[in-house]
């Protein structure tokens, strides 16, 4: 037995006992064996992770752009092939499976495509020209899928596939995330059975002590890599692992199974990246990294979409450089998934203990008079805002504006995600200028909708085409940043990050590629003038370059002049 092989078995008798697990064991080294088959011949492991400062990913629905008569996502392809090849290099596309309820992210059929947006075959098409990403929805799925129905009818197939409550078991420790019930009543085989739902009662969690469920999720990762997917999200995670009498939150189990997946990628497929998606405060966002190269390769940066935010809002950068500072140094086995806006809203949990309450409700109020809305949670203390929903262009730059002013301004935010270490995932609004779909959250009766806005692929283009419009201003100024990103070293997700404490109307820091490379990069979040005094060797030059538009940067005193949100990344003039 190889060494992964023996440290597959271990896990799984760690989680399953030793005679299940070896059983377990067994199952899983013929369906790796099978896949093996199927799969491309796995190069030589990547040394770190499989990335570059190429990377860049753009995030979106597969419906978010439509044209009549065609499928969701072949309009899709179409629109990334002529628009963003060489901007950015991989595109996430959120459950596109058949779905009963939030917008995807309750899945009915995991070996499908949502007939109305295409196939697989589009989506293998996708695959073919970009990095493709895509989101294993793991711990829970439909009330109305299969597996559900089979459990209900009494499928002994399917008996341990979800989790019944027994009455009197006590789970009060357990985390809530939402304020609605923890269980739902359900009839299973004929009798009113209560069913472990953490989020809404159309989404029954899946029992994951069940080996029965692992190898069903081994397949279904496997399944997704054969077509295609090469980056795959962990939806959700910290929630999987149920145990009565404790938070259900990063149980030691729920890190052993990622353990797994990471073994089993790195046996079929090691160019596939692992991602975690568990909003949580730092350190227990970060303990996902494992042992260093044993769990996520990526995971998300949830404080920085609201400490930027509040950076532009307020004209104060302290706050977010000061959380900035306390990252860990970049290494070639791990690093972030940067990201400012999703297809959820700004969560303002993650930026307490940068910010203060009130600090928090007062851009929570701002965003208000932006046309966004919020969504507050309850607590001993009162309702407190946990979720920004609105647009991030619209949160960020007022509307009382000029449109270049509020490009500039938009941008500038944009700069902070696109300069810090890691791989940037960009939101198809943001990349596309968009703002609040005020139409679609009343017509669905849900805050996040004001982000999710359906777009028509012709109106959509001739905005585009406009270089005058907020839509062409915002488009032309990602997609220079995203070049000038990709041609540099220093933007390795590797590569050194030092963040610098140049007064707080400035977001500034140093990356530094493992061969020397270097580049000074600067947000003004001011909408004035302002005088940097610049670091290091920086402040000795005559002349800088920003290597965004190629223009040459005067230095007087060791001081430069920034424009209001000016934008720029400094190398030194050969």
Same mark, same amino acid.
């Given at each position: 037995?190889?060494?992964k092989t ?16 070896t ?36 995030i ?5 752009i ?5 499928? @969701? ?31 995807g ?33 793991l711990?829970h799925?439909?009330a ?19 989790? !019944?409550?027994?009455?009197? !078991? ?9 304020? %609605? ?5 359900f009839?299973v085989?004929?009798k ?12 029954v969690d ?13 397949? +279904?990762?496997?399944?997704y890599?054969?077509?295609g997917?090469?980056m %795959? ?22 890190h052993?199974? +990622?353990k797994?997946?990471r073994?089993?990628l ?12 568990t ?16 769990e ?22 302290s ?9 860990p ?11 400012? @806006? ?10 307490r ?10 851009m929570?109020?701002?965003?208000k ?8 949670k309850?607590?001993?203390?009162g ?22 002013e ?13 300069c ?13 200028g968009?703002?609040?779909w ?26 585009l085409?406009?270089e ?8 032309g ?6 070049? @000038?990103?990709?041609?540099?070293a220093?933007?390795?997700?590797? @590569? ?21 490379e270097?580049l ?14 610049l ?10 370059k ?12 060791g ?7 000016e ?8």
């Amino acid at each position: 037995m190889t060494s992964k092989t023996n440290s597959i078995q271990a896990k799984l008798e760690r989680l399953y006992g030793e005679e299940h697990g070896t059983q377990t064991a067994k199952k899983l080294q013929r369906l790796m064996a099978q896949w093996k088959e199927k799969l491309p011949s796995p190069s030589a492991p990547p040394r770190g992770i499989p990335a570059s400062q190429r990377d860049a990913v753009m995030i979106c629905y597969g419906d978010n752009i439509r044209e009549p008569g065609r499928a @969701a996502l072949d309009t899709l392809r179409r629109f990334a092939e002529k628009r963003l090849k060489g901007i950015v290099s991989g595109i996430h596309i959120l459950p596109f499976s058949p779905y009963s309820s939030d917008d995807g992210f309750s899945v009915i059929d995991y070996r499908q495509v949502k007939p109305e947006w295409g196939s697989w075959e589009h989506i293998r098409a996708i695959a073919g020209e970009f990095r493709f990403m895509a989101d294993l929805v793991l711990n829970h799925c439909s009330a109305k899928s299969e597996w559900f129905r089979c459990f209900q009818a009494g499928d002994e197939a399917y008996a341990d596939y979800f989790i !019944t409550v027994e009455p009197g !078991t006590d789970l009060s420790k357990v985390f809530r995330p939402r304020t %609605l019930p923890l269980t739902h009543e359900f009839e299973v085989k004929g009798k009113k059975k209560q069913i472990w739902t953490t989020f809404s009662q159309d989404q029954v969690d899946l029992n994951f002590a069940s080996p029965n469920v692992f190898l069903e999720f081994a397949d +279904i990762l496997l399944f997704y890599v054969s077509q295609g997917v090469r980056m %795959l999200r962990l939806d959700a995670v910290g929630f999987l692992w149920k145990e009565a009498g404790t938070s259900c939150m990063h149980h030691p189990n729920t890190h052993e199974v +990622i353990k797994l997946f990471r073994l089993i990628l790195e046996e079929c497929a090691p160019e596939v990246i692992l991602i975690t998606e568990t909003n949580v405060p730092h350190k227990e966002n970060i303990s996902y990294f494992g042992g260093g190269s044993d769990e996520a390769h990526l995971v998300y940066q949830f404080p920085l979409p609201p400490l930027t935010l509040y950076a532009y809002l307020n004209e104060d950068a302290s706050p977010l450089t000061a959380w900035a500072e306390g990252l860990p140094t970049p290494c070639a086995d791990n690093s972030f998934f940067n990201f400012l @806006a999703s297809h959820d809203g700004i969560g303002v949990l993650p930026a307490r203990g940068w910010l203060s309450e009130e600090q928090i409700s007062t851009m929570a109020e701002e965003v208000k008079r932006r046309g966004g809305r919020v969504s507050y949670k309850s607590t001993p203390d009162g309702d407190i805002p946990y979720e920004l929903n609105v647009n991030y262009c619209d949160a960020v730059s007022e509307s009382s504006l000029g449109e270049a002013e509020r490009a500039a301004k938009f941008l500038s935010s944009q700069a902070v995600l696109l300069c810090m270490a890691g791989i940037p995932g960009i939101y198809i609004h943001s990349l596309l200028g968009s703002g609040n779909w005020i139409e679609g959250m009343e017509l669905t009766g849900t805050n996040r909708s004001i982000n999710r806005e359906k777009l028509n692929l012709t109106e959509l283009n001739a905005q585009l085409d406009n270089e005058e419009s907020l839509r062409g201003r915002i488009f032309g100024g990602y997609a220079r940043m995203l070049k @000038a990103r990709g041609a540099h070293a220093a933007f390795h997700p590797a @590569a050194n990050q030092e963040v610098l404490r140049l007064g707080k109307g400035v977001f500034g820091l140093i990356r530094t590629a493992s061969q020397g490379e270097a580049l000074l990069c600067l947000q003004s979040v001011l909408p004035s003038v302002q005088t940097i005094k610049l670091p290091g060797k920086w402040s000795s030059q005559k002349m800088l370059k920003n290597i965004i538009n190629g223009a040459q940067v005067p230095v007087s005193g060791g001081e430069i002049a920034m424009q209001p949100w000016e934008v720029l990344w400094l190398e030194v003039l050969e």
